[in-house]
């Protein structure tokens, strides 16, 4: 459904953007570039969900064959985005219970270490605290630079350290991990790679296949809303699990972390949104994604804000330095613009369903905000 091949200014399309954007009418109100917050719903995602209770669940207990087929054909779906097999996916109800899962079910106790960045999201690193009370030893690692982040991270996987936990896409400046590098440098120490993907799986193509555990949320870029997790583990850690929870859905000796009946009607709305999403076509998708985030990087730079952001290592986040953001934000949204202030930045996350259009008029309406306050001396 190629429509265009893009000019000197705009975005070229790998589909029909109008048709698109029909799909989504809250982008007719305004401009939505906060999907780092919350993914828009499309209007699939409601008719899946209502046939799990119209008609599945209408059935009781008859209708379970459904149910477990849906989540099924969902992990293989899953597997196909992330490079993984089928048996490695399980459901969750968000990343923060897989944090923990994953957490209190790896044996680990005195002298080992756990390392994740210092200003690592707290679903990432509190978990782990809770393992300060076997002797487990936590190492925050300082960040001096964004650019520097893969770097600092395989710098601290050494003797020790069991566990290197972090975010594939940092929540606050957008930075992306270099997962093969991290990866590399925890097989040759012993470690296991705990990656959070929210910010992720459905803003950049994903290959989970070298990491211990990949975490995600669905209501981010998957567009497929809350109370669903999913979580992607590696043989050798699902190997070494004993499960925190135990119900029967995981009766020893299993190792999963399912304990219990998953969230269905959720799961309904993934498999539904996932199959819109692959009919559009994943590469168009991740494409876009990055090239909306170069265009807004590029453009607020040559204004002379600082973006924290590394262009040669973003996704979907490009975050936008300034002591004033909370203010900044609320006055961008009285102009129906919405994004987030994050810690003295204000976080900008457009996807697939936003336009070229879009990142100038915020481009230009954050020029006349600020005027000369804030550049980049």
């Not at 940092?170 to 959070?196: K, N, P």
Request: proline share 4%.
């Amino acid at each position: 459904m190629v429509v265009s091949t893009g000019t000197a200014t705009g975005i070229a399309e790998a589909f029909a953007i109008d048709t698109v954007r029909a799909e989504f009418p809250y982008l007719a109100q305004c401009t939505y570039l906060n999907t780092a917050s919350a993914g828009l719903a499309w209007p699939g995602q409601g008719v899946a969900a209502a046939e799990f209770y119209e008609v599945d669940l209408a059935r009781g207990i008859a209708g379970q064959d459904r149910w477990r087929a849906q989540a099924d054909a969902a992990r293989d779906d899953l597997a196909r985005l992330l490079s993984v097999l089928p048996s490695s996916i399980e459901f969750v109800r968000n990343t923060t219970e897989a944090m923990n899962l994953i957490a209190l079910s790896l044996p680990l106790g005195h002298g080992d270490r756990v390392a994740f960045a210092e200003d690592e999201f707290p679903s990432v690193a509190l978990p782990w605290r809770a393992l300060e009370a076997r002797g487990v030893e936590m190492i925050p690692v300082r960040i001096a630079r964004e650019s520097e982040r893969t770097d600092a991270l395989v710098a601290a996987v050494g003797p020790g350290t069991r566990v290197l936990a972090v975010s594939h896409v940092h929540w606050r400046t957008g930075t992306r991990l270099d997962l093969v590098r991290l990866a590399a440098a925890c097989r040759t120490s012993d470690c296991r790679l705990i990656v959070d993907g929210a910010h992720g799986i459905g803003a950049v193509s994903v290959d989970a296949s070298a990491v211990d555990a990949y975490c995600a949320p669905t209501f981010k870029w998957l567009l497929s809303g809350f109370g669903l997790g999913i979580l992607a583990l590696s043989d050798r850690l699902a190997s070494e699990l004993v499960p925190a929870l135990r119900g029967y859905g995981n009766k020893p000796p299993s190792r999963s972390l399912e304990y219990g009946h998953v969230n269905y009607p959720g799961v309904y709305a993934l498999r539904a949104t996932l199959g819109y999403l692959r009919a559009l076509g994943w590469s168009g998708i991740h494409w876009r994604v990055d090239a909306l985030a170069s265009l807004l990087a590029a453009n607020i730079g040559a204004r002379g804000f600082e973006v924290l952001t590394p262009d040669s290592a973003h996704a979907g986040i490009v975050a936008i330095r300034h002591d004033e953001a909370p203010a900044l934000v609320r006055a961008l949204a009285e102009r129906s613009i919405h994004v987030e202030a994050r810690d003295g930045v204000v976080r900008v996350a457009a996807h697939f369903y936003n336009t070229s259009a879009e990142i100038h008029a915020f481009a230009d309406t954050l020029d006349s905000l600020c005027g000369d306050r804030r550049r980049t001396p």
